[in-house]
């Protein structure tokens, strides 16, 4: 597609339930980052793949969270047993491949526990 | 790791008015962008700049790596250049973003 598209736009879960968020990236860019961004903070970074190899998971908070990118194009992040402090904006980006590509984002997934 | 420093953390403008964003890194870095994040949460490139100076409309960015700072000016401001202002630095590939500067555009 033209750009990074992600699903849902909103996601409202009660406290406890598991959530699924989806990342389609930008057709033939090799690399996928996952960052969270706090309401009033910039953006944190989660996870990097490189087409289905995730290369970097430092920035996942605790091990309820989980991405996956199986056939090196779509991404998921989970976030198993869901807490209040995980509402916030989940943004994917993708690029070229490389540190020296720029990232391109989506419209990010506003996440929203109750 | 990495700091990324912003700054002023707000700035109100009148419309027409022009204004400069400063961005200070605490170490070497692979490259640079800048963002608008705009009232409905998109977060839009504006610039790629590991080095130098690039113009694009009433935008432009300059970098100095060597000095670890980076300038986005922005001239004859419109009220749509409303939103918050993201610089990020790549480090291992991965990009380390600032706390931004929230501008606010006045009719």
Do not use: M
Not at chain 1, 100 to 105: G, I, L, R, T, V
């Amino acid at each position: 597609g033209a750009g990074v598209s992600q699903s849902p736009r909103y996601k409202v879960a009660k406290r406890g339930q598991d959530v699924a968020l989806r990342c389609d990236p930008i057709s033939g860019h090799v690399s996928l980052f996952w960052y969270q961004q706090a309401l009033g903070q910039g953006p944190e970074f989660l996870t990097y793949f490189q087409n289905e190899a995730q290369l970097d998971k430092s920035g996942l908070p605790s091990d309820r969270f989980f991405a996956e990118r199986p056939e090196g194009s779509v991404s998921t992040l989970k976030i198993q047993r869901t807490q209040q402090e995980d509402s916030a904006v989940y943004l994917c980006a993708s690029s070229l491949g490389g540190s020296a590509q720029p990232q391109h984002f989506g419209d990010g997934t506003r996440l929203s526990i109750l | 790791g990495i700091q990324v420093e912003q700054s002023p953390p707000d700035l109100i403008l009148q419309e027409g008015a022009n204004s400069t964003l400063r961005c200070n890194f605490s170490d070497s870095v692979n490259n640079l962008q800048w963002f608008h994040q705009n009232p409905w949460g998109q977060l839009i490139n504006l610039f790629y700049i590991p080095s130098g100076t690039k113009q694009n409309g009433r935008l432009s960015a300059t970098t100095v790596a060597t000095e670890r700072y980076s300038l986005l000016y922005i001239s004859s401001s419109q009220t749509t250049d409303s939103g918050v202002y993201f610089c990020a630095v790549n480090q291992g590939g991965k990009l380390i973003f600032g706390q931004g500067t929230e501008l606010s555009v006045k009719p």
